[in-house]
Each structure stands twice: as C-alpha cells, then as structure tokens.
C-alpha cells in the first residue's frame, strides 16, 4: 500500500461528504483517510467497533469503510448494527480471501468489499461510485409505479403498496434497475456491470444481493415469485 497521495480531480458533486473509516491497522487507517481527505471528504476515524457505533450516532456518516476484523465487537456485527438503526452505504475490508468470508460481509449488510491488501486509490474510486449513486448524478428522474411498486430516485426510496421497504443502498440500486427494466432477464456479469459499475468482480456478490431484495420483497423468498430465477441465464423481475 503506497504512502504517496496522489491530487484528486475535485467533485462538487461530493464535496464535503462524511466517511467514517473503521480500523485497527494504524497504516490502513492512516493511508486511507489521507487518500479519502485528499479526494475532498470529511474523514472520522475509529479502531474499534464500539467506538464507530458511538461516533456514527453523533456524526451520521454518509458512507463507512469497515475493517472486518476488530477488536471488541467484529465488523460483521458493526455492520448489523449500523444497518438496524440507518440506511448508509458500507465498503467492508477484509483480509479475510475466501467467497464465503465475503458472502458473510455482503450477507451482514455491506454493499461493496475490497480484500486487502488494497489499492487506496481503488477505495477512492469505489467511495465515489455509491455516493455519486446515491447522491445522483444527473436530474433527478420522477417517480414511477410498476405494479404494487412506486419507485421515487431523487428520494432513492421503494414503496410497496405505500409501504416503504427497507433497502441498503446496494440493493435499493439492483430492484431500480430491475425496476426499470421489468420482465427483461440479465446475466450476473450484466448487472456486475450496469449496477456495481464493475467490468470484473466476484459474481457471488451480485448472487447475495439477489437473495437480500429477494427476503424483502418475496412472500416466500426461498419460492420468489417476483424476482425469478432463468436457469442458466440470470434474472428476471415479473410484475
């Protein structure tokens, strides 16, 4: 992990955007927040679960880089935690090299990961494209119904039926697009792309995704019903 910063283009867009970064490596800690500071955002800093927790109730961020080993409490259950209380986009770090351990990580509530060691710029990178998701690059679009679902993307909200549904920001950006797109099928590399935003990555992630929209919009969501399953093809919303 290089220790050179590098000057970042300024983003209006994302100027003064709060990022909390949660991590018990003082390097990691220190070489990310000062690539993040030099890309424009406000950075906080914690080394220990408890403490993210405690400084995210006083300073909502409106993103978090989570280690996700910690002391006290792991970042999994951070993870949970933030995400029980407020809908916030969370980038997980992880040493930890197998699918399952990121599976576990997505599966927690993250909507993106980078196995270390990383490339401080590529966690730059990553940070802009969900707040630029979230924050909306371009004019607001207006909202829509289709079917019992009213989508609004200025408000980046889903009802069902006037029932708002609790979507991270991950999973609120693949059921739009799905959304948008209704009985059109995509392949997990077309939605890696057009949703992540990735040309390559783990397809297990888009697989995970998949099932959390699936557990908040399915009446049964081992039997969707909704969001279904082409066999050796991808997915498919039938409205």
């Known amino acids: 992990m290089s220790s050179h910063v590098p000057t970042f283009e300024a983003d209006r867009l994302l100027a003064d955007r709060r990022i909390l970064i949660v991590e018990d490596d003082p390097t990691v800690l220190e070489v990310a927040g000062s690539y993040l500071r030099a890309a424009g955002y406000i950075v906080d800093t914690a080394t220990d679960g408890f403490t993210a927790l405690d400084i995210a109730a006083r300073r909502p961020p409106d993103l978090v880089v989570l280690d996700r080993m910690l002391p006290g409490i792991d970042g999994l259950e951070v993870c949970r935690r933030l995400r029980a209380v407020r809908s916030m986009p969370i980038i997980m770090l992880t040493a930890l090299g197998s699918t399952e351990d990121r599976i576990a990580g997505l599966e927690a509530g993250a909507d993106d990961y980078l196995a270390k060691p990383f490339s401080p710029r590529e966690l730059v990178l990553r940070a802009q494209s969900i707040l630029r998701r979230i924050i909306g690059e371009f004019t607001p679009e207006v909202p829509f119904t289709q079917g019992r679902f009213t989508l609004d993307p200025a408000a980046r909200t889903v009802e ?80």
């Open 160 to 239: 069902r039926s006037g029932e708002p549904l609790p979507l991270s920001a991950r999973e609120f950006d693949l059921f739009s697009f799905f959304l948008k797109h209704p009985r059109q099928v995509f392949s997990r590399e077309q939605l890696l792309r057009s949703v992540w935003g990735w040309e390559f990555g783990d397809l297990s992630t888009v697989t995970v995704t998949v099932r959390r929209v699936r557990e908040k919009i399915e009446a049964e969501p081992t039997r969707p019903t909704l969001l279904a399953t082409v066999w050796g093809v991808g997915y498919r919303l039938d409205l």
